[in-house]
């Protein structure tokens, strides 16, 4: 899912990264690598040509604060390829927001239309906004308003069945604007306080489908017209909102399949020329695929930075909300230990496909495919061979510690040693990133990001460093080499500011 324009912009990142300024010259290079990755990712290319000139304008121009003294008075130091990164982010960020998260309600119903092409996802994001809203608290009717296709009927009931939510369909003869109207009726009646409309697709924008649908739209009045395009459609996804913006009014798109398309340019492009905001993502098949829309965390998995708040925001569905933020807290103040670890791991198993969730992790990206759950088990393995004196205080754990560890749960002593380390270091960033106010000033400082970049993490937190260097096992040499020279600043970085501490 838009590994085209991560590749482009850690493209660029490595371009600036040592210089000591950022120049017309250096930036014009980097920006070069930006525009073919935006171009193959096929981003309509009056926003490319924009874009490119936003960035390049603020990143050569704009004073560059380098240094910053965060809350507890360290400074923070930026490198120029950072404030490069953090004007990108801003600029993707304005590009595709500001998004109003909120789905309209109208009399206490949220009723949602949802038009688009044929086979572009309508029926599958119907289902999933019920199964979404269901898990809000509502009580969500989905409507069947597609009688162009034989099966499409049956398709809704069948998902419908699948999340327990009531589909209503018309009988024989009746028309869509029949149909939705009666369900309307129908909600109102039966107490149902929202409503989806699944509307029948074409091949095209023809005159015959935007008759039917402003039928439809009248009669039921949605509070939430939503487009659906896919992925696939690419700059496609651009021409066909504004057609349909002609007729209906929209407020907003429904972008799905972008697990099945490396480019989503359409995400970038489609609210700067058609002034329609993004509201939510379609990143899967199976009905849980379905996420809101922020700019800020689809700007950050561009750049290769993983999106901690939607990852966040995961969490608190499979964990306990208030534990989390305890733990949380704790370990923003470097304060927790291995059994702190394995609960995280133990988390991340239940959030899903591993590589689902490595996807939205700071810095782990391009790792996402090649991490696997192997190396979970092989980290639990070893902190469960660990003492519980050890396991609260990993600094006991000296060779022949370690040696024991190794032989009880099958590793080799490195492989102990390793996850010390990565541990050691994971508990500092922490602890750094903690100081700017606890998790409030954490989530503060993501969007912005320059004092996180700033606060000694070259690739941001790295989640795969944890995993033993597992997840480089299948990882290409040269993303090994980069990755084993990300490490070895780390724990440079580390050791410097151990000895450091010690002095004080
Ligand atoms: N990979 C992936 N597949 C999706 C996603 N959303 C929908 N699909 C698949 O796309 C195909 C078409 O989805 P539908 O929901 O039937 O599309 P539709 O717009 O209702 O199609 P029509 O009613 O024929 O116009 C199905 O095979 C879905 O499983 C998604 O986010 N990711
Ligand atoms: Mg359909």
Redesign the pocket.
Known sequence: MLETLTRGFQGARDRLSGVRSLTDENVGEALREVRASLLEADVDFAVVKDFLARVKERAVGEKVATRVRDASGKTLRATPGQHFIKVCEEELVALMGPVDPELGRDAGVTSIM?V?????????????LANHLKREGMRPLLVAA?V??PA?VL?LQQLGERIEVAVHAGGPGDTPPIICAAARERAGREGFNAVVY?????LAVDEELMVELGEIAERTRPANTLL?C??LMGRDAVNVAGAFAERLSLDGLVL?????DARGGAALAVKAVTGVPIKF?????TVD??EPFRPEGLASRILGMGDVVGLVRDFEQVVDEREAEADAERMLRGNFGMDDLLKQLRMVQKLGPLGDVMAKMPGMGGLADQVDEGDIVRVEAMIQSMTRQERSKPDLIDPSRAGRIARGSGRAPKDVTDLVERFMQMRQIMGSLGKGGGLGGLMGKIPGMGQMAGAGMPGGLDPAAMLGGGGARQAKPAQLAQQRGRARKKRKAAKKARRKGRRK
């Open positions: 949802l688009g092409l044929q086979g572009v996802g309508k029926t599958t994001v119907a289902a999933k597609d162009q296709r499409a398709q699944d509307t029948a697709g074409r659906v896919d992925a799905t399949k972008l697990d099945g993502l379609g990143t899967g098949e695929r379905l």
